[in-house]
């Protein structure tokens, strides 16, 4: 996470032209850059290089949780005020699968949902944007003190940024 | 329930009656304030205590057969009637139109005032005393024999205080008239025996029953009775039943229990008993008494081969019939309505000779002397309405009888009222007769008045007031002594008493004497009140046979015109002659069998119909030589395809809401004319003609037949003397091997271990019931029962027609046979909830609604149910009811109980609003009860038949036993065992509580 | 793998043409939009006076006949359910599938699911007699210390649904947050701040790609199964029960089948008109169609197999009471409404084996108008025809629903469209984003194609 | 997307809160009874009472329960007689408040307003306070001639002082308990009898 918002805002609009700039870029050694792109795209993700989302963890967790819950829910409030529907034991075990199944599924993505809205939160980045990198176009702002933002401009274009621009 | 109501629920049923209680009788009805008030008698009336219900012991007047009642009083009104246990007549027991003397108790449509008609032809309120100032004056001047009082069939104080009261006014003209008047049978009894009375019949005693179209189940004489013996002798125990065979051309609902139905053609049934006589004498199969000698020309004349040709009936049946009937104690009977055509007399006459050739006459059919207060033949209301139209009646008095509409329009009594210039009515109800009246005084119901009835010799039943009048309305017998005094002079010096309670005191007075009882009067009266009256075994007559008994004309049969069907008017086993008509719950009982409600239909073979172009619903025109009417077509194979049938009751004009306008009065097709009998002929000869309307009938029925179901198992007396009673069952059961069932149970086991948490855990009792098919009759009156019982709403013919009635004990008629020359046969089956250990409903349940109870019940908790109805789509039984609308909402139209009638809901059963299922439960009120009570009694454990549950109670035949399963000994769960047992779709592991015994049919071997 | 037209690739759309196009369809809408939204309303109203006077008067004012006690109510509640499933399993199933050709159909599709079980959720409430009480049915702390009966299918259905509905539009919503964020940068005024609002600050950044994508994932993968298990949990409303003609153990899958099916051909329905409203030709083809048209056929060819096994097991069980249920179904008194679900269902969708009529969207819209069609009338048939025959031969009952009940379900369609014509007009309803995701990004070199 | 994050998760801690919120069980069944301590001394009704400030209902006539059940400790069953026979606990008859009346408290202006009742022969309309819902039954003489479980060793009045409150010490009498459902199975739980449905609601 940075506090600092200035930096160098490119544009490309070749996704080859900006998986290279990211790559110049971890290969000078900058990594506080936020790459904007209209669809996820893999080549751009691998230049980027994160790790899987933690994101897994949530669901997985929810889903446990929703499972044990549904049991749970369903055998405490049985034996709670017992009363005997049909001959059938108190608590049914069988019949709950169906409680635990739809428990499951509903914590496991409002978890899931939960774990996107966290680490979106997170990992948020501050810093220059344009409408333009949800239509068509791929932006890459790196966040860079004042004395290297001409070295960084330098080195976007000369990966093929159509436009760049220094924001502070 | 009944958040929303203004006034239907308990509570406020409670704090109304603190009113009344207190003295001051205005009923506010419905219209109570929001803010709820606790209101206190102002003194403690007697033997009231609140919550807590007193018994008063009284007497039936909804027909002649005079039942014992209790009535169950709850803070002041009267909740429920039963019989009364005690009385020799019923035993405790009651058919449905008993069950509804309620509805005529606290009747929306009553009379609540005098009332007096105006210049303009309407009647507006009028005080008493200037009522019976009126009257007085009318009366005053001089004795005449132009003053006449028409009563419906009295039998005790009453009965003499008219007669005593018109000789008063120097007048004899008193006319008793019954519109089911048994006239053929009187007549007969005078023609064969010389007796001017009727019979009474021991079906207990008879192990073989003949019955020549008598509904002795129905409406003939005392069925409530019949039923008890007939149940007793006809039902099967330890291998023995009596055999039932029925005559007649209809299948009625009494002959649903015969074991041998015989259809001779219509009006020769006569010849058909005078042909097994003749079998009788000629093959001396009976000790026949000496003087039969007498008829033996008459007897001779029937040979069975001849008489064949005339009636249909083969002559090696009769011959059979002949052996039977001789083989042990027998009783023949012929039908009072059922086959009163022309020749019913002769019918009659025949039967009475049978009885006697067999020597039944003494023993299964015994005259006990005469009764008091006989009701005059028909012939004598005709020559009153002739006396009226030639201008010599000046004053007519009306009580207890509705001749407008109860006899057939020729006789033109309407008419002839209009020339009598001073007409009264003591009617409780606006009824057809009360409207053409100048003065309506309307007496008070049977429920509130003293009075007696002398059901038949021997006993004396009282009646008394079980609470305070609900209208403004005074006993008849007082209002007459009122006018006495008020005319003053000579009419008033022959009636001294001031209060006809005074009246009837003497007159008990006098029995207390006869009877020969010297204890004070006081002790005698409070012991009568208190048992219900007065009973002494009657002696029984000898009978001869009388000069004129040979004289019969055997030939004298009713034929039917050419070219026409035979018409049987037969009295509904709900509305009885029409005074039922205005009784909801006996409107909406589904007639035994057609199961059709609130409507008139016309039963017509299915043949017939498929001829005539008729289907059922069609609406059908039925033309006689006196009239047309419309009703409804309902194909029933039980019928011989030369007869058509109507039941009587409908049509009515007047008689309050749900009487009128509904259906048609059969009684229009009859000739006015009297039979030579003197009574109405309900046979005549009519075409139908389809009109080419239809409409759906209000019938509860769905299908007819049970599709092989096994709903309602029969298993014939031979199968079971072989040891096969488990029966015709089984149409896909393969035999389960017994490792497999050996696993079953021990899951079983498993499965009843893991209920038992919280209160499942300990001892409890399993509520059961056992039905036995044998005995039940179909006679329906547990379901008015059920309904008194249990706040059931009724909802309309509209609502019928949807299946919507909401009758948590129906009883379902299955036609068996009757097709490619199979014999016909009906079985009933009385359907509620099963209470199944298995319940299907209760796990469907997503808010326990449905439940099971510790004690083995199918709890419904009313106020929790949401109303998914699943637990009803999962019931396989369909006996679960919702509340399509707010029937416990005066708002609504469907509103089932304005105001008072909503006096008679049981103030310890909810009343169910809008929007929920409900259903039978045991009658769980009366278990918690005597659980309260036994509690109270620091008893843990109540014994087998403490608790009565409405159903059985009522039971006229004893079909119905309830108890506890848990306990072996209990009668029960000895029934359970039984190898005529069976669970109604028990295939299906629902595993029933109720436990049906097989019908059983005593067929003839071979 | 597929992509969106072959046939033209020439002119295949560029990203900003997508998102052009694509973001004409939210413009000014025309007369004949508020024509049809203000009729829709209409019925709607007509519906929900229907209703009310049913509370007031009671469920007596729809046609219930006993034993017939669910009628048109659960019978729409089904159709709507099974409307309900083709979404989820374009989006989520097809999505896990890869298969590209959802991209331009999954976000009406998605859309009709939530809405459609908007809807069916109304129903169930509908039906009750009292639907004041109606929260009863979730287990929420209460002062009498009751719970509720797990062990009813109703529950399950409760939780079910529920979930569904949550699910679903939780889906619904991921999907449109990079599609809002695509919308915003075009919006002016009010617009603009509903987007930027509902866009939940979206930029495509590396880090939100990154979570994005594997949360659109795990929720696809738990999607899926739910799909299945919430109309075999609908179908165990019947088939747990002992209904002749319900208790069969074919019902789950022969009604998730036949959920797909109706849903299918509702989509086809929705697509037809929307397709030339919204001029997106471009982007939702004849290709789509047909391969729409493929899983009708499939699930068609399912939905008829169940027919004839339903058959089959009741004449093989030898169980009396299933075999007259049957009987009765087919020849009884209600043989109209079962023949017209099998010609609906089961013989008109045998034409699609044709490739004519695969790729003639005409024929394809009229034939799933006759799908929907048929569909509801197979929950009537299940429904009602089963509950009008079952054991007991003297409580046997004819039903006819009323006047109230008709209006209901006009007004449940009209409650449907309604949400349907407010979101198309105000929400993408082809998916901006993964429309583009398909088209390779434009490179500089060009790649070894 | 801080912010919104921030006020997703906040909505959701939120709903939890009111979820635990709900969560808690009812009151207790069995608040505490009147201080034993004060039993000792002979307990003295107050003489004047201001209406206005008490709890319940105004009564058409300000019956004092204080002086006639806590002063004078009549017997509960003195007026309510059919409380152990019968579901209902019964209401004196106004013939009942006579027979004292006729010549106690004579001066009393609530006594002269019986005894105008009493002349005119009108029943006195009593405001119900303590009103079950129809559905529910309530047999008072099970709970009364109850020996289970704390009731034990219970006089009369304090078994009925279990639901009505400290009735003794009421001048006006006002609704102590809730007489909800929940209320009902707290102590039917805590006394161990029977919970099932049928027991309360048929």
């Known amino acids: 996470m940075s506090t600092m918002t200035g930096g160098v805002l490119a544009s490309y609009r070749f996704v080859d032209a900006a998986s290279g700039a990211i790559r110049t ?122 004395e290297r933002r001409a070295e960084v401009e330098a080195l976007l274009r000369a990966a093929g940024a159509e436009e760049v621009r220094v924001e502070s | 329930m009944a958040e929303n109501s203004n006034g239907m629920n308990r509570r406020k049923f409670l704090t109304v009656l603190g009113v009344t209680g207190g003295g001051a009788a205005a009923l506010s009805g419905c219209s109570s304030d929001s803010v709820e008030k606790l209101i206190p008698y102002l003194v403690p009336p007697e033997n009231q205590v609140p919550g807590v219900a007193t018994w008063y012991a009284s007497t039936c007047r909804e027909c002649p057969a005079g039942c014992g009642l209790h009535v169950r009083v709850r803070e002041g009104r009267a909740v429920k009637v039963e019989g009364n246990p005690d009385h020799p007549v019923n035993a405790g027991r009651l058919c449905a139109r008993g069950q509804a003397s309620l509805q005529g108790l606290y009747n929306p449509d009553r009379v609540r005032q005098p009332l007096s008609r105006t210049a303009d032809g309407k009647f507006e309120p009028i005080a008493w005393e200037d009522a019976i100032a009126q009257v007085a004056e009318r009366l005053g001047g001089s004795p005449s024999d132009g003053v006449r009082f028409l009563t419906g069939h009295e039998a005790g104080s009453f009965d003499r205080l008219v007669d005593e009261w018109l000789a008063a006014f120097g007048s004899r003209g008193r006319v008793a008239f019954e519109p089911l008047g048994y006239e053929a049978l009187r007549h007969a009894n005078r023609t064969v025996f ?127 019939l002949a052996r039977e009937f001789t083989a042990g104690p027998s009783v023949a009977l012929a039908g009072g309505m059922g086959i009163q055509h022309a020749a019913a007399h002769v019918t009659a006459a025949a039967v009475n000779l049978l009885n006697y050739v067999a020597g039944n006459v003494g023993r299964t059919v015994r005259f006990e002397g005469t009764p008091t207060g006989r009701p005059a033949p ?215 069998v057609t199961k059709t409600t609130w409507t008139t239909w016309v039963e017509i073979h299915p043949e017939t119909g498929a001829e005539l172009g008729i289907a059922e619903g069609d609406v059908v025109e039925i033309a006689s030589d006196m009239a047309t009417i419309r009703a409804q077509a309902y194909l029933y194979p039980g019928l011989r395809r030369d007869t058509v049938a109507v039941p009587m009751g409908q049509g009515h004009t007047a008689f309050g809401r749900y009487a009128e306008g509904r259906g048609a009065n059969v009684l229009h097709l009859l000739d006015a004319e009297p039979t030579a009998f003197g009574g109405v002929a309900t046979y005549t000869g009519v075409t139908l003609r389809a009109t080419g309307e239809h409409a759906p009938l209000p019938k509860t029925e769905g299908k007819p037949r049970q599709m092989g179901r096994g709903i309602a198992q029969m298993v014939t007396l031979e199968e079971l003397a072989r040891g096969e009673g488990h029966g015709e069952h089984g149409a896909h059961a393969a035999p389960v091997p017994e490792r497999i069932e050996e696993i079953l149970d021990h899951w079983q086991e498993g499965q009843d271990e893991a209920t038992k948490y919280g209160a499942y855990e300990g001892e409890h009792p399993r509520w059961g019931m056992a039905v036995d098919l044998s005995r039940c009759t179909g006679c329906s009156a547990c379901v008015t029962a059920c309904y008194a019982e249990n706040n059931i709403a009724t909802v309309g013919p509209e609502s019928v027609r949807r299946g919507r009635e909401m009758s948590w004990l129906r009883i379902e008629r299955y036609f068996e046979g009757g097709e490619n020359g199979e014999p016909f046969e009906a079985r009933v089956l009385p359907m509620l909830c099963q209470q199944c250990g298995s319940a299907p409903c209760e796990t469907v349940c997503p808010v326990f609604a449905a439940y099971h109870t510790p004690d083995g019940l199918n709890g419904q908790i009313y106020n929790r149910c949401v109303g998914t109805r699943y637990c009803s789509n999962n019931c396989p039984y369909k006996v679960r009811y919702f509340n399509w609308f707010d029937y416990q909402e005066p708002a609504d139209p469907t509103f089932a109980w304005p105001e008072p009638l909503h006096w008679l809901l049981n103030p310890d059963v909810t009343v169910r609003s809008k929007g929920v299922m409900e259903k039978c439960t045991f009658c769980v009120q009366r278990i918690r009860d005597k659980q309260n009570q036994a509690k109270l009694e620091d008893r843990d454990r109540l014994a087998d038949g403490e608790v009565l549950t409405a159903c059985q109670q009522t039971c006229p035949s004893d079909a119905i036993v309830f108890g506890d399963l848990n306990d072996p000994n209990s009668r029960v769960s000895a029934l359970a065992r039984e190898t005529r047992g069976y669970h109604a779709l028990g295939e299906l592991n629902t595993r029933p509580a109720v436990t049906y015994l097989k019908k059983v049919r005593n067929l003839v071997e071979g | ?202 930029r495509g950044t590396d880090q939100q790609w990154r979570h994005y994508t594997r949360a659109y994932l795990y929720l696809a993968a738990l999607a899926a199964p739910l799909v299945l298990s919430v109309h075999s949990v609908v179908s165990w409303d019947f088939a747990m029960s002992i209904v002749p003609g319900w208790h069969a153990t074919i019902f789950a899958p022969y009604f998730v089948a036949g959920a797909i099916y109706s849903g299918v051909a509702m989509v086809v329905t929705l697509l037809v008109p929307l397709r030339k409203v919204f001029r997106v030709q471009r982007y939702i083809t004849v290709e789509h169609f047909e391969n729409l048209a493929k899983l009708l056929l499939l699930t068609g060819l399912i939905v008829g197999y169940a027919y004839a096994v339903e058959y089959f097991m009741a004449w093989y069980s030898g169980s009396p009471y299933e075999r007259a249920a049957f009987w009765n179904r087919a020849f009884g008194d209600y043989w109209w409404a079962t023949w017209t679900m099998i010609l609906c269902n089961g013989v008109l969708p045998l034409i699609l084996f044709f490739r004519k009529v695969r790729q003639s969207i005409p024929a394809l819209f009229v034939l799933s108008l006759f799908v929907n069609l048929g569909m509801w009338f197979e929950r009537f048939v299940i429904i009602v025809v089963s509950l009008s025959f079952e054991y007991e031969p003297y409580a046997m009952g004819h039903y006819t629903p009323s006047w109230v009940e008709w209006a209901i379900l006009a007004g449940s369609f009209a409650w449907f469209f309604m949400w349907f014509l407010l979101f198309a007009k105000n929400f993408p309803t082809v998916s901006i984003t993964e429309v583009k995701e398909i088209i390779p990004m434009p490179r500089k070199q060009r790649a070894h194609s | 997307m801080t912010r919104r994050a921030l006020a997703a998760v906040g909505t959701l801690t939120a709903l939890a809160a009111v979820v635990a919120f709900v969560t808690t069980r009812p009151e207790s069944a069995l608040r505490a009874q009147a201080d034993p301590a004060q039993d000792q001394a002979p307990y003295k009704a107050p003489v004047d009472v201001d209406t206005a400030g008490l709890p319940g209902p105004v009564q058409p006539i300000l019956y004092r329960h204080d002086v006639h059940a806590g002063e004078y400790q009549m017997d509960c069953r003195y007026c309510h007689f059919a409380v152990e026979v019968s579901s209902s606990a019964g209401l004196p008859t106004v013939s009942q408040c006579m027979g004292c009346h006729i010549i106690a408290g004579a001066a009393n202006p609530e006594v002269q307003k019986l005894r105008e009742y009493w002349n005119e022969r009108r029943p006195i309309e009593w405001a119900e306070i303590h009103v079950l819902s129809p559905f529910v039954r309530f047999p008072h003489s099970r709970h009364v001639q109850s020996e289970e479980g704390s009731f034990k060793d219970l006089e009369i009045v304090e078994k009925c002082e279990t639901c009505h409150g400290p009735i003794r010490r009421m001048p006006q009498v006002y609704q102590h308990a809730s007489l909800k459902m929940g209320w009902c199975i707290t102590c039917h739980e805590k006394e161990d009898v029977s919970t099932d449905c049928t027991v309360c609601h048929y």
């Open chain 1, 25 to 146: 870029l971890k290969a000078e050694g900058i990594r506080d850059f936020t790459v904007y792109t209209p669809v996820p795209n893999v080549e751009i993700a691998q230049a980027v290089g994160h790790r899987v989302s933690p994101v897994r963890l949530w669901t997985l967790l929810g889903g446990l949780l929703g499972c044990a819950s549904g049991f749970a829910l369903t055998l405490w409030m049985s034996f709670d005020w017992p009363l005997v529907v049909g001959g059938k034991p108190i608590g049914s075990v069988i019949p709950y699968v169906v409680i635990a199944f739809e428990l499951t599924i509903l914590f496991g993505a409002g978890a899931t949902i939960l774990g996107l809205i966290f680490h979106s939160w997170r990992n948020r980045q501050m810093g220059a944007y344009e409408g333009r990198f949800t239509d068509d176009h791929i932006g890459i702002f790196v966040r860079c003190p004042t």
């Open chain 2, 194 to 320: 010389g007796i001017d009375g009727l019979a009474r019949h021991d079906f207990a005693a008879a192990d073989y029953v003949l019955s020549f179209g008598a509904d002795f189940l129905d409406t003939w004489l005392s069925p409530v009775e019949h039923a008890r013996g007939f149940g007793a002798r006809h039902g099967y125990r330890d291998g023995h039943m009596g055999r039932y065979v029925h005559v007649e051309p209809r299948l009625s609902m009494t002959a649903m229990s015969a074991d041998e139905w015989v259809a001779p053609r219509p009006g020769s049934e006569g010849l058909l008993a005078l042909s097994v006589a003749h079998v009788i004498v000629r093959d001396g199969l009976a000790s026949t008494p000496a003087d039969v000698h007498r008829v033996r020309p008459l007897l001779d004349r029937h040979v069975p081969e001849t008489v064949a040709a005339e009636t249909g009936v083969p002559a090696d049946t009769v011959a059979r």
């Open chain 3, 1 to 202: 793998m597929a992509t969106i037209a072959r046939e033209d690739q020439i002119t295949r759309p560029t990203y900003q043409e997508i998102t052009r196009d694509i973001t004409a369809t939210l413009g000014r809408p025309s007369r004949g939009y508020y024509v049809l939204l203000g009729f829709v309303l209409v019925v709607l109203a007509i519906g929900a006076a229907a209703l009310l006077y049913q509370i007031r008067f009671g469920l007596g004012v729809a046609g219930y006949t006993p034993p017939v006690m669910w009628g048109v109510y659960i019978t729409t509640f089904v159709f709507w359910v099974g409307i309900a499933h083709s979404g989820t399993l374009i989006s989520a199933i097809l999505y896990l599938f890869r298969s590209a050709w959802r991209t331009s159909v999954y976000r009406t599709a998605e859309a009709m699911t939530v809405f459609a079980v908007m809807t069916a959720g109304l129903f169930p409430v509908i039906h009750v007699g009292r639907l004041w009480y109606a929260y009863w049915l979730f287990p929420y702390p209460n002062q009498r210390q009751l719970w509720v009966n797990f062990k009813s299918p109703l529950l399950w259905d409760v939780f079910a649904v529920s979930t569904y509905f949550t699910v679903s539009t939780l889906f619904l919503i991921v999907g449109l947050v990079p599609d809002l964020a695509a919308v915003r940068e075009k919006a002016t005024g009010w617009r603009r701040k509903l987007y930027e609002i509902t866009s939940l600050g979206w």
């Open chain 2, 378 to 592: 028909y012939s004598r209301l005709v020559e009153l309405t002739s006396d009226m139209k030639g201008g010599a009646v000046r004053a007519l008095f009306m009580h207890g009888a509705n001749p407008v509409h109860g006899t057939p329009p020729g006789l033109g009594f309407r008419d002839a009222m209009q020339a009598v210039p001073f007409k009264v009515s003591f009617a409780r109800f606006m009824d057809e007769t009360a409207q053409a009246c100048d003065l309506v005084l309307p007496d008070h119901d049977p429920l509130e008045q003293w009075n007696d009835f002398e059901t038949r010799p021997g006993v004396h039943a009282l009646q008394q007031p079980v609470m305070q009048p609900v209208f403004d309305t005074r006993a008849t017998g007082d209002v007459l002594l009122q006018v006495t005094a008020r005319v003053g002079g000579p009419a008033s010096a022959r009636l001294t008493v001031t209060s006809f309670k005074d009246y009837l005191q003497r007159s008990w007075a006098a029995l207390q004497a006869r009877v020969g009882d010297r204890r004070p009067f006081a002790t005698f009266w409070t012991e009568a009140l208190q048992r219900g009256g007065v009973w002494r075994e009657p002696s029984t007559q000898r009978v001869t046979l009388a000069a004129s008994a040979g004289s019969l004309e055997g030939s004298s049969t009713w034929r039917l015109p050419e070219g026409r069907l035979a018409l049987i008017a037969y009295p509904s086993s709900a509305l009885y002659d029409g005074r039922g008509a205005n009784r909801p719950w006996l409107q909406e009982l589904p007639d035994p």
